[in-house]
């Protein structure tokens, strides 16, 4: 069975800085993909970024990009210049093909600290 | 720039009652789900749906049930609500991209419900 593992419960960063959230995943399969979820105290779930497996580029949204070190099975997020807004939950997600249904870590409670 | 919606947003109840989560999406999507997450734990799959009259069970068992007469409609309903019960429940919705093969998740805003 496939299982996600955030290993950090909280971190914080202080505004401006940089912070990487590590997730590692474990799976036999070779065709899926890896997301990063933010979830703010509004309980909204907002996809922030995503990558597939089957790309070696690691995947970039703006402040936003991903670690992706397959052979390790390891998906880390990294912040880039912090905001305040940033402050949240974060959930590294995995799925099984296009179709297959999310398998989510526990999260890890990001605090940005002005 | 979801448009899923989910009532209530909170919920307080007494054990033994019968109660109905709704939730609704006008993005026309086929497939959608619920999910349960207990603070700090991780979100599990409950229900999930391929389209109309279709519902299965996920990864994790619930005493909870679903309907799916429409496509934009997803009811989650508890017979005999619990302390157990006490949980977030979230419903998404999404959409498969054909052209990158990636299936996009639309999460609505959630229930907190309490059983007393």
């Known amino acids: 069975a496939q299982t996600v593992t955030q290993s950090q419960p909280e971190m914080s960063v202080q505004e401006a800085e940089t912070v990487t959230l590590s997730c590692t995943y474990d799976t036999s399969e070779s065709d899926y993909y890896l997301f990063w979820y933010k979830q703010p105290p509004s309980r909204q779930m907002i996809l922030v970024i995503r990558q597939e497996a089957y790309k070696q580029q690691n995947a970039t949204e703006n402040r936003f990009s991903v670690n992706f070190q397959k052979a390790a099975k390891s998906f880390s997020l990294k912040i880039s210049d912090s905001q305040l807004g940033d402050a949240a939950m974060y959930f590294c997600a995995y799925r099984r093909g296009s179709q297959g249904n999310l398998i989510f870590g526990k999260g890890t409670k990001l605090s940005v600290k002005p | 720039e979801a448009d899923i919606y989910q009532t209530p947003r909170y919920l307080v109840i007494g054990t033994g009652k019968k109660i109905t989560l709704e939730c609704s999406q006008t993005?026309?999507?086929?497939?959608m789900y619920w999910y349960q997450q207990d603070p700090g734990m991780e979100l599990h799959l409950i229900h999930y749906s391929y389209g109309v009259n279709s519902t299965e069970k996920g990864d994790l068992s619930s005493e909870s049930t679903v309907s799916r007469i429409r496509t934009e409609h997803f009811p989650l309903t508890l017979e005999s609500a619990r302390p157990s019960h006490t949980s977030q429940y979230l419903c998404?919705?999404?959409?498969?991209?054909?052209?990158?093969?990636?299936?996009?998740?639309?999460f609505g805003s959630g229930t907190q419900l309490s059983v007393l």
């Open positions: 993005m026309g999507h086929d497939k």
């Open positions: 998404a919705s999404s959409e498969f991209f054909r052209a990158g093969g990636v299936e996009k998740l639309f």
